[in-house]
């Protein structure tokens, strides 16, 4: 994800994350798959727990002396792109926010998003994201946030070799690997300029190791060069991978706001899977929605880790696109 934002409402943005989607086994995983699943259910169901129980003392205390926001934001969306790539196949989906603010500027924050099946493979069609941090100084001066966050996809994972065996030409034993990341956040803002950063502290960032990127390019490339030499240089991870967003808004009167974004990813160990994605839109505030415009756009080097099977067909996500949203902040 950009890295989520530890503000005291939710951003309209319809971009926020980056999505690398390797495909390079579309394999159902067997009995194990279900302990995967389990654990990752686990987590989702822990991690959620340890929102609730901190916000429910909050809560309490706000009834009293109103120290506290809670926004719930429902949004649906032509299309769901995270950092200009699309998570639900360039078709329509929705996402459901809920964002508690504490006066004393802790903020936690739970998103749940559908995603397609045929990109996070194996898995419920969900995406989760639980996140929690600090945010401190003036709104409209100099203000700055730190947290950390997990982006999960229940049950999701896919097959492939993490290794090619270069003396008998066959790739070697495949691997299970889940989509799930984890991140630490840096937020630096002035006014309604905000800018992120976010580290990724898990081994992997949504499944980017030589199993997903190097298979991906085997799979999708007419040339096996590419993806020979990709796993010529070893089995790799991208844990310590880089986010990078830059986000302003802007005032139009008459309850409209123009949006200009502009992010960069910079994975660890795989440079063919660095990107730039801009995004420039309207959202206008009309019968108590907000109605949004958005104009997406990303700079891949390698397309091929932006593609997947439907149907017997190969889709590709990173395409330039019109995104239009609904949302209602309660």
């Given at each position: 994800?950009?890295?989520?934002?530890?503000?005291?409402?939710?951003?309209n943005s319809?971009?926020?994350q980056?999505?690398?989607?390797?495909?390079?086994?579309?394999?159902?995983?067997?009995?194990l798959?279900?302990?995967?699943?389990?654990?990752?259910y686990?987590?989702c169901?822990v991690m959620?727990?340890?929102l609730?129980?901190?916000a429910?003392p909050?809560?309490?205390?706000?009834?009293e002396?109103?120290?506290?926001?809670v926004?719930?934001?429902?949004?649906?969306?032509?299309?769901?792109?995270?950092?200009?790539?699309?998570?639900?196949?360039?078709?329509?989906g929705?996402?459901?926010?809920?964002?508690?603010a504490?006066?004393?500027g802790?903020?936690?924050?739970a998103?749940f998003?559908?995603?397609?099946?045929?990109?996070?493979?194996?898995?419920?069609?969900?995406?989760?994201?639980?996140?929690?941090?600090?945010?401190?100084?003036?709104?409209?001066?100099?203000?700055?946030?730190?947290?950390?966050?997990?982006?999960m996809?229940?049950?999701?994972?896919?097959?492939?070799?993490?290794?090619?065996?270069?003396?008998t030409?066959t790739?070697?034993?495949?691997?299970?690997?889940?989509y799930n990341?984890?991140?630490?956040?840096l937020?630096?803002?002035?006014?309604?300029?905000?800018?992120?950063?976010?580290?990724?502290?898990?081994?992997?960032?949504r499944?980017?190791n030589?199993?997903?990127?190097?298979?991906?390019?085997?799979?999708?490339?007419?040339?096996?060069?590419k993806g020979l030499?990709?796993?010529?240089?070893?089995d790799r991870?991208?844990r310590?991978?880089?986010l990078?967003?830059?986000?302003?808004?802007?005032?139009?009167?008459?309850?409209?706001?123009?949006?200009?974004?502009?992010?960069?990813?910079?994975?660890?160990n795989?440079?063919?899977a660095?990107f730039?994605d801009y995004g420039?839109?309207?959202?206008?505030?009309?019968?108590?929605f907000?109605?949004g415009?958005?104009?997406?756009?990303?700079?891949?080097?390698?397309?091929?880790?932006?593609?997947?099977?439907?149907d017997?067909?190969?889709?590709?996500t990173?395409?330039?696109?019109?995104?239009a949203?609904?949302?209602?902040?309660?």
């Amino acid at each position: 994800m950009s890295a989520p934002k530890f503000s005291a409402r939710q951003s309209n943005s319809s971009e926020s994350q980056h999505c690398l989607l390797p495909r390079f086994a579309n394999r159902k995983s067997g009995p194990l798959a279900w302990e995967r699943i389990m654990r990752t259910y686990t987590t989702c169901y822990v991690m959620a727990a340890a929102l609730c129980s901190a916000a429910g003392p909050t809560l309490a205390i706000a009834d009293e002396m109103s120290s506290y926001a809670v926004d719930v934001t429902a949004k649906v969306s032509s299309d769901i792109r995270t950092r200009g790539i699309s998570d639900s196949l360039n078709r329509p989906g929705a996402k459901v926010t809920i964002q508690v603010a504490h006066e004393t500027g802790l903020v936690a924050l739970a998103e749940f998003t559908t995603v397609s099946k045929k990109q996070f493979l194996d898995g419920d069609g969900a995406g989760v994201l639980l996140a929690g941090g600090y945010r401190f100084g003036d709104p409209d001066a100099w203000h700055y946030g730190v947290g950390l966050a997990a982006e999960m996809f229940p049950g999701a994972q896919f097959k492939a070799p993490n290794r090619f065996d270069f003396e008998t030409f066959t790739p070697g034993e495949e691997h299970s690997t889940n989509y799930n990341s984890q991140f630490a956040v840096l937020e630096i803002g002035y006014g309604a300029l905000e800018g992120r950063i976010a580290r990724v502290l898990s081994k992997n960032y949504r499944g980017a190791n030589s199993g997903g990127v190097c298979g991906a390019q085997l799979q999708f490339r007419d040339d096996p060069t590419k993806g020979l030499d990709c796993y010529a240089k070893g089995d790799r991870n991208s844990r310590g991978s880089m986010l990078y967003d830059l986000d302003y808004k802007y005032a139009l009167g008459i309850n409209t706001n123009l949006k200009l974004h502009a992010g960069y990813q910079q994975i660890e160990n795989f440079s063919e899977a660095d990107f730039a994605d801009y995004g420039a839109g309207l959202v206008h505030h009309w019968w108590g929605f907000d109605w949004g415009l958005d104009w997406v756009t990303t700079r891949t080097r390698a397309r091929e880790l932006y593609m997947a099977e439907d149907d017997g067909h190969v889709r590709t996500t990173d395409g330039s696109r019109w995104v239009a949203s609904i949302s209602r902040t309660f």
